[in-house]
């Protein structure tokens, strides 16, 4: 996402305490997720729990992610719910048994939950990675100079050092680009056009844009202002995808704190959104084909041409 909330505004005491008490967003799903097998077998939570030799409020407790269940247990819940996907048991199993700890650890008290809670699910995103933003360049192709002015222009001004931890912290989630995960990303023609950084810098972040592209398990995609169809949806979103594409997740970028979705329902509505906008999109195109005479207009020459404008500028 290309919020600007990498970093708390809470300090002190508060902060602190609201850490602590944190649940993450993985061990919530989790939870919800046992809860929500439960209720599709209309399975009363007194006999449930029976049936792994529990207590309703020792079950109770587990479905609202305050503690966690072994793999067996989980299993013989989901034998008695009568689910039987192998891929999305297996993928339960290992959010249920990670302890949560990963490189976004060492930036608790630096960055807020919620930051901490979006890094660790992107590290699960094993499968896909769709991403749509209006009038900022994705989080994930940002380069840092490009940071460094998104904060310093934002309504709310970081400071020097929230600012670095920032920075830091995003570079740091760029690295799943070198993984095997898909990464898809549509992003708007206003993006590219965007002025707040200056030229040199949006150069630079065009100049990334396009390399970025040529990687084998990265697809760029322009929406342009010349679409001759009204965009299904205008905000900012993302969808990260496991291995069980049945746990995947929808965050949402709004005005105050991103939110992170995950009923069936509304991921199947912003997947089939996705889809609609990459329909719409220009093709993504590449420096060994949209360079060629008589070549269509597509995103990688959308790039190019505004990175070229720019150039003529300096």
């Given at each position: ?60 407790h587990i479905e609202a992610a305050r503690t966690g269940l072994d793999e067996t247990r989980m299993r013989s819940l989901a ?143 322009v929406f342009p202002f010349s679409a001759k169809a009204t965009p299904p949806y205008s905000g900012p979103f993302l969808i990260t995808q496991p291995a069980s594409v049945d746990l995947s997740t ?65």
């Amino acid at each position: 996402m290309t919020h600007t909330r990498d970093t708390a505004g809470a300090t002190g005491r508060e902060r602190t305490l609201a850490l602590r008490a944190h649940i993450s967003e993985r061990q919530r799903r989790y939870g919800a997720e046992v809860r929500r097998l439960r209720l599709n077998a209309d399975v009363a939570v007194q006999a449930a729990a029976a049936h792994v030799g529990m207590r309703g409020p020792q079950l109770n407790h587990i479905e609202a992610a305050r503690t966690g269940l072994d793999e067996t247990r989980m299993r013989s819940l989901a034998e008695l719910y009568g689910c039987t996907d192998e891929e999305y048991l297996a993928t339960l199993a290992a959010l249920g048994a990670s302890d949560g700890k990963g490189w976004w650890n060492a930036h608790k008290r630096r960055v807020p939950a919620f930051a901490l809670d979006l890094a660790e699910l992107e590290h699960w995103s094993s499968r896909a990675y769709l991403n749509y933003e209006t009038f900022l360049v994705p989080g994930l192709l940002q380069t840092p100079g490009y940071m460094h002015q998104l904060f310093e222009t934002s309504e709310a001004p970081l400071s020097p050092e929230q600012r670095e931890d920032t920075v830091f912290f995003r570079l740091q989630r760029q690295r799943i680009l070198d993984g095997p995960t898909d990464f898809h990303f549509v992003i708007h023609e206003a993006a590219l056009l965007m002025s707040f950084a200056g030229v040199d810098v949006m150069r630079h972040q065009l100049t990334h844009l396009l390399a970025v592209s040529e990687r084998p398990n990265v697809t760029i995609q322009v929406f342009p202002f010349s679409a001759k169809a009204t965009p299904p949806y205008s905000g900012p979103f993302l969808i990260t995808q496991p291995a069980s594409v049945d746990l995947s997740t929808v965050v949402i970028d709004s005005p105050g704190e991103p939110a992170f979705h995950d009923l069936p329902e509304t991921v199947r509505k912003f997947r089939d959104r996705f889809n609609d906008l990459r329909r719409l999109a220009l093709c993504p195109g590449s420096s060994a084909t949209s360079s060629a005479p008589h070549s269509q207009r597509d995103s990688w020459a959308v790039i190019q041409h505004i990175k070229h404008g720019l150039e003529l500028e300096r």
